[in-house]
């Protein structure tokens, strides 16, 4: 049985996580990429859909970015506030 060795990222794929500052693979599914645009504001509150949308080059974890909406980034532990 064969071991699969993780393949390194090529350069122009690699990218560090604008949170955690670990690398990441800009191919890899769940990774978020900064984007700056317009909104369209909801009757009920809210937006949806950005149009013009500018994307740059900043990239983040999915894991990252959902820890710190939540605000637990920081957080270390169950047990310890941020």
């Known amino acids: 049985m064969a071991i699969l060795m993780p393949q390194p990222i090529p350069a122009r ?5 604008a949170f955690c500052h670990g690398e990441l ?11 700056r645009g317009w909104v369209m504001n909801r009757a009920g509150g809210g937006g949806h859909g950005v149009s013009l949308a500018e994307r740059e080059n900043r990239w983040a974890h999915g894991l990252c970015v959902e820890r710190m909406s939540k605000g637990t980034f920081a957080q270390t532990s169950m047990f310890e506030t941020p």
Do not use: I, L, S
């Not at 794929?13 to 996580?17: N, Q, Y």
């Not at 693979?25 to 984007?35: K, S």
């Open 13 to 17: 794929h690699r990218a560090t996580c």
């Open 25 to 35: 693979d800009v191919r890899d599914n769940g990774h978020y990429q900064y984007t």
